[in-house]
């Protein structure tokens, strides 16, 4: 099993620009998450899906979008990229109980100029 | 709504020696805890977990937390550590389908 796959791994977008970070996992997880995670900082939770077609909001989900049409994707969709928004996204998946741990992926580093 | 508090930003410690990073919980109901570490530009893994049972939990690569529940807290320990323990490392509890981190703590482990 890859695991939880992101891509890319480097992005640089101009103020304005829009983008869509990729996320894949191969473990069937139902739940999947997107975290932002500024420099010094924790995590801050943006978008979660608890299924294929289910998604909510999480912590910070402003200026983001996410859709879940698939068991295993997870797109984060940046419209209108500021540069608040550099920052770390991790992707991370887990199964079905709230016993279980999350799975990470290894990050997109983001710079908006 | 559950939470968790690292109290330290930092945590310095000499190789070989016992090491612990603290954490703190407010939950309602049956606390689900975690510990993570996050090693340089990777994504966090899973280190272990107290779900019920012992109070005593052991993890990977050594590590081991004490949950203690009437001072809620959720400690993680090693008894000697290695340089190679250097890293983030972020406390934990699940809130229904979402899991609530920590501000993490940074360990420095100097040769």
């Known amino acids: 099993n890859a695991g939880v796959t992101q891509t890319p791994k480097f992005r640089i977008l101009k103020i304005g620009q829009s983008m869509t970070l990729q996320c894949t996992q191969d473990m069937n997880h139902n739940y999947m998450y997107w975290y932002r995670q500024d420099p010094g900082m924790g995590l801050k939770l943006i978008y979660y899906?608890?299924?294929?077609?289910?998604?909510d909001k999480g912590e910070v989900p402003n200026g983001y979008n996410v859709s879940r049409s698939t068991t295993e994707d997870f797109p984060l969709r940046l419209e209108l990229a500021a540069p608040s928004q550099t920052s770390v996204y991790f992707c991370?998946?887990?199964?079905?109980?709230?016993?279980?741990?999350?799975?990470f992926g290894p990050g997109t580093r983001l710079t908006v100029l | 709504a559950q939470s968790v508090a690292q109290p330290e930003d930092q945590v310095n410690v000499a190789e070989g020696n016992p090491l612990t990073v603290k954490c703190t919980y407010s939950v309602s109901g049956n606390p689900y805890l975690f510990w993570y570490v996050q090693y340089p530009n990777r994504g966090l893994q899973f280190l272990l977990k107290y779900i019920t049972g012992d109070n005593l939990v052991k993890g990977s690569y050594g590590f081991e937390a004490e949950f203690n529940k009437s001072q809620t807290s959720f400690h993680l320990k090693k008894p000697s550590a290695l340089v190679s323990d250097s890293a983030l490392y972020f406390c934990a509890v699940r809130d229904g389908f979402k899991t609530i981190f920590g501000a993490g703590t940074r360990l420095f482990v100097k040769a």
């Open positions: 899906s608890v299924g294929a077609g289910i998604t």
């Open positions: 991370a998946s887990s199964p079905l109980y709230s016993t279980d741990t999350q799975y």
